[in-house]
């Protein structure tokens, strides 16, 4: 259902339908080696930006292009959240973590930065201040990504996710 609500601008380029499309725009969007799980309908892979202690998130994607959770159908929720676990359950195993958040974004007010419904899951640690390190974010280094897919590639692949 498309509630009519959008906010990307005229003729964005959107880096997630690239990804998707396997069109990765080299280091910066991370390229097939930051790929974690991919599936006809969603691809999930490391994120560009990190946290201090919380290094290694990923982003859950509709393969479609879906804006936010306005025009969001439920079968393809399903489907992400689906994925979102699998990727839950690999993470606390290669990262030892002690447990995983899921965030989501919606429009300008939301917080959402990038015009295509995803969903970051995080490493999490007690007292790791997440919520509170916005500013500290950073852009992490493509072979870091790429190591940090493969250990959980490795783990989904074992059955473990």
């Known amino acids: 259902m498309d509630c009519g609500l959008s906010y990307a601008p005229p003729g964005y380029d959107c880096p997630f339908c690239r990804i998707a499309g396997g069109s990765f725009g080299g280091a910066v969007l991370g390229g097939a080696e930051a790929d974690v799980l991919r599936t006809p309908d969603v691809t999930a892979f490391v994120g560009s930006h990190w946290w201090p202690r919380n290094e290694g998130s990923v982003i859950v994607i509709p393969n479609p292009h879906y804006e936010s959770i306005f025009d969001l159908p439920a079968e393809a929720a ?3 959240h689906a994925v979102a676990r699998r990727v839950a359950v ?7 973590c ?7 974004h919606n429009g300008p007010g939301g917080g959402q930065e990038v015009w ?13 201040r997440l919520y509170e390190r916005t500013a500290e974010r950073f852009r992490a280094p493509p072979d870091e990504r790429a190591r940090r897919a493969g250990m959980l590639r490795a783990a989904l692949d074992s059955n473990l996710g």
């Open 98 to 104: 002690e447990g995983v958040s899921t965030r989501q």
């Open 78 to 80: 399903a489907q992400i």
């Open 116 to 128: 295509h419904y995803h969903l970051h899951v995080l490493p999490r640690w007690r007292g790791d």
């Open 90 to 96: 690999a993470m606390t195993g290669v990262y030892r």
